[in-house]
Structures are given as C-alpha cells and as structure tokens.
C-alpha cells in the first residue's frame, strides 16, 4: 500500500496540461501540485510518466471527479481499481472526491450533479466513502459541490449533510470556499453559517476557484480569479480552521502558468500572515 | 418523497430532454424556475462533452465547423451515452455514429476521420513496452522461426478507408493554414497509427507492409505474415520493413507460439 504523507499547510495549483511542460522545465516554487485522477486513468504514455516526474519534486494530490459518492447506482468497481492503480504508482498526499452523483442506471452525466439532502443520501453516502476508504487504505477527502438547485424535501442543511458524512466515516473534508459562496448566492444562506457548522479537524484541504456571475445563478466554471468576497471568505476559513493546504483551480479558459501562481502566491499570503499572527 | 434512485433517474432524463420528468423531482424554484435549474445542469453536462470530444477530435470539428459538431456530439450523447466516470475515454463510437448520422450523409469520409482521430488519442494512452529483447530473438532455436510470432507495440492501430484520410487530416489540422480542399478521388489510405519515440506519428503504408502488419497484430507467424505480404505486394523485402520497425518500436518482442496451445505465449 502507497504511504501517504500529508499535503504542506502551503498553497498549491491545480496542474493542467497545457503546464505540465513548462512546470517541469521550470520548476516554479509551489508548495504542491493537483491532478484530476481521471486524466491518469491510462496504460502508459508520456501524460504518465510526466506525473511521474513531477511527483518526484512536488507533493501530488490526486482529485477525482467521476467516482460518484452519490449514485443510487453501486460503486463502479473499474474506476476504483484504476484509482486504486495510479495511487500506488503515485504515492500521493492526498486522494480526494467530490460529495455529489454523476452515473445513474449506468449512464455517466459526467458532471458532478447535487445530491437530495436527506438520510436515504447520507446514508448511502457513507457507505460508500467507507468503501473507498477501505479499498484505498487511506482517507478519502471529500469536497463540498456547487450547485444550481435544491430539492423541495430536503431535510439537512448542505454543512450540517457535510459535517455529518465526516463525522460518521471519519473521512476528511476538502472544503471548496468557492463553491460555499456560490452556493450560498444561488440558495440564499449565510456562508458564515456553513463555516461555523464545519468540524475543523476535519479540513485536510482548500479549494479555491473563480465563477461566472453573467447568468441568474453563480456558475462554477474554474475559468477566471478567484472573486474578492471569496477571498474574505477564505480568511474567516483559515482563522476558523488554521493553515490548511490551499489549491489555486483553473479550468476553462486556462491562463499563463503565471496567473496562476499570482494567486496562489496571494493564497500563501493569506497562510502566512495568519501562521505568523497565531505564532506571535 | 422520491427516493434517490427516482431522483437520480429523473434529472437525468430531465437533462435529456425529457421535461416530463421535472415536475416529480421536486426542485425548489426560489427566484429561478425550476426548468431553467435543469437548463443549467444540461449546459453544462452537453458542453463538457462538446469539449471533451473537441479535443479529441479536434480535425472533425473543423470539418463540419462548430455548430454542426456541437449539433452532432449532442446527438451522439443521446444515442451512445458515457458508461464511464472518466470522459478521457468516451468517444470510440463516435466514427459509427457519424457513418449513420443523416446531416452528415454527404460526408463519406467523416466516419474515417473519426476513426483516425480516435486511434491517434488512444495511441497516446496506450501501456509502454519495454525495449525489443534482441538477446531472446538470437536464443530461439532455428527452427522455431516458421512460428516466431512478433508482439506489436500496445499502442499500434491500423486505421484503412477507401478516402485519402491522411491529406484530408494533414490539411485540416485546427492550426492548419493550408487549403483544406483535397481531391477525393485521390484514393484510399492505409495508415499505421502508433506510439514512438517522439510521440504518437500516422505513416502510410504500402499494400506489403499493410499486409504483413495486418496478419502481425492478429498473431499470425512470421512466416505467414510474410507470405501474405508478398502476395500483396511482390516487390515487398521483409528484412528492410522488419529493422525499421524494430528501429522504430513498433515491433517490440518475439514469441514462439507452442502449436498445441493456443494462444499461450512461451
């Protein structure tokens, strides 16, 4: 079984292939590096055994988006084994997921879909974060999802359903601020109210992204800067939860290598600042 | 109260299209209508695909322009849905798809192009081999040659069409500036899509070495794949074509078939 060491409490970036070339040649000083699980999901290659490379400078997390916690649908046993493959070759800091559904009768949406927040969800939730849990051999973190509607007979508020699978698998939470602001815009709550409900010893990391705010709803595109009352929201978040490992996503519409870095170095300022206020 | 499978399969077939199905699921409009919820939830799944596919199939889509790729993915998700969590690997039907796809009727040499194109992307993803074993092609005993069996690289596909779909690639590339017209009575192409040094490379190839590799990759003996070649090509030298693909990787093992169990590498 891969070892796991954790991700530094430091800023990190989500690795595309537009920059796999020009990280490795350049190196640029960043704390960590995230991957989509799925991009990896081949027999060989040179995408392969440029991770490979890479994971030999920079911690790796890998982050999946289509294992589907959430499908009423069992567990595809394949992608958990292909996942299982690639972290043993990778050895990563961190594997992680995201708290939504994308498979149904075995057709894939291939997109992460919101799940009813109920018991019935929760429980099969559970299940399956135990499961993955188990056939890992490490925890799972697993991400809070933006989303653009909500269910009638809903009966948990979307932290209190957060805070509940950590607590009842003991897995960790990766908690996407981002997709806390939009949600809280697209479904009228406080995100105060969402930080205060979250267990701190629970966060093993943080996403942060920029949205579309042209339509009715925030869209969660991962295609522009990071928005200036999320980062408000991120400083309540590291002063609730401490220095947390932070991941600069960028999706759609991917800028300079640079961009980037630019706002993972704003990220790490934050980190710092409040690192250094605690330690004084 | 639905249950999460009724959930789950209504907004599923919500987002396809079916808005019948939207009123049992039960979606809190609250500023926004529930329809337009859904609207965008089925942007998002239909767009990924578009670029998703887009990606792979870069050529088609110029092609066709755009708005008659987006039309025709869209239609393609409805007809041969994702059964994967990893949309890398969505797409290998969608050569069949376009052969019936009536828009694209006209377009003959469509269906081809997808074909290489998707070859091309999965050559890319295909397992490594490790360097050809000269040391255990001199240790085979002399007369195991007649049934040596060559292992092709993971990643080698032979990709042939009636079109010449090698030109109409090369001119259409997204970043090509070239003129896209090419002469369709140009004829066919045999291509060989594989993985080598430098990356994925499309060659075309000769009736010989088109019949050699063809009887190669579904294991026929050396001496059979030969013989086939020169037939399709009597001028065809085996020694020649042999070094190149071992220079190249295409050719990376041998293995001697024992005749009384098929199938069974030694």
Not at chain 2, 235 to 258: I, K
Request: net charge negative.
């Amino acid at each position: 079984m891969a070892s796991s060491r954790a991700l530094p409490a430091v800023a990190g970036i989500g690795l595309r292939a537009p920059h796999v070339a020009e990280v490795r040649r350049s190196r640029p000083p960043i704390g960590w590096l995230e991957v989509h699980s799925e991009n990896y999901f081949v027999d060989g290659g040179p995408a392969l055994a440029a991770l490979e490379a890479i994971r030999a400078d920079y911690p790796v997390s890998l982050h999946g988006v289509g294992l589907s916690l959430g499908s009423a649908d069992p567990l595809d046993p394949e992608h958990l084994a292909r996942l299982k493959r690639l972290a043993a070759r990778i050895e990563p800091s961190a594997i992680s997921e995201h708290l939504c559904w994308s498979h149904v009768d075995g057709r894939h949406l291939n997109d992460l879909l919101p799940l009813p927040l109920n018991d019935e969800a929760l429980a099969l939730v559970c299940d399956r974060v135990d499961a993955v849990q188990t056939a890992l051999g490490q925890p799972l973190l697993v991400e809070n999802v933006s989303s653009y509607l909500r269910f009638a007979d809903d009966t948990f508020a979307e932290w209190d359903f957060v805070a509940a699978v950590a607590m009842k698998t003991g897995c960790k939470l990766l908690f996407d601020v981002s997709n806390v602001y939009v949600n809280a815009l697209n479904h009228g709550f406080d995100p105060r109210s969402y930080l205060a409900a979250i267990p701190g010893g629970s966060v093993a990391e943080i996403h942060l992204a920029g949205f579309d705010a042209s339509g009715p709803c925030l869209i969660d595109t991962h295609g522009a800067r990071v928005a200036p009352p999320v980062w408000t929201l991120y400083r309540s978040a590291i002063e609730r939860f401490g220095p947390k490992p932070t991941l600069l996503e960028w999706d759609t519409d991917i800028p300079a290598l640079e961009v980037l870095l630019d706002e993972a170095a704003q990220a790490q300022a934050v980190l710092s600042e409040l690192r250094d206020a605690v330690a004084a | 109260m639905p249950s999460l499978l009724e959930i789950q399969r209504g907004m599923a077939a919500t987002i396809f299209g079916d808005d019948a199905a939207l009123v049992a699921l039960g979606v809190v409009a609250g500023g926004i209508s529930a329809a337009a919820r859904i609207d965008i939830y089925r942007n998002n799944v239909l767009g990924n695909y578009r670029k998703a596919l887009a990606a792979t199939f870069p050529v088609v889509r110029r092609l066709v322009g755009a708005a008659f790729f987006d039309a025709a993915i869209d239609a393609f998700v409805r007809a041969h849905p994702s059964n994967r969590g990893d949309v890398n690997r969505y797409g290998g039907d969608l050569a069949r798809f376009l052969a019936d796809y009536a828009p694209a009727r006209s377009l003959g040499y469509l269906p081809d192009v997808a074909r290489l194109e998707w070859a091309i992307d999965q050559a890319g993803i295909a397992a490594d081999a490790p360097a050809f074993d000269f040391a255990a092609l001199a240790a085979l005993a002399e007369d195991a040659h007649a049934s040596l069996r060559f292992v092709l690289h993971p990643s080698a596909q032979l990709i042939e069409s009636r079109y010449p779909i090698l030109h109409i690639w090369r001119v259409n590339q997204p970043d090509g500036h070239g003129p896209p017209d090419v002469d369709l009575g140009e004829g066919g192409d045999s291509l060989l899509v594989a993985r080598g040094e430098h990356g994925v490379g499309v060659e075309r190839l000769g009736p010989g070495e088109t019949a050699l590799l063809r009887a190669l990759g579904r294991d026929a003996p050396l001496a059979t794949a030969a013989s086939r070649a020169n037939q399709a090509e009597p001028s065809f030298h085996l020694p020649t074509a042999l070094r190149r693909y071992v220079a190249s990787h295409l050719l990376v093992a041998v293995r001697v078939q024992d005749p009384f169990v098929k199938g069974s590498p030694q």
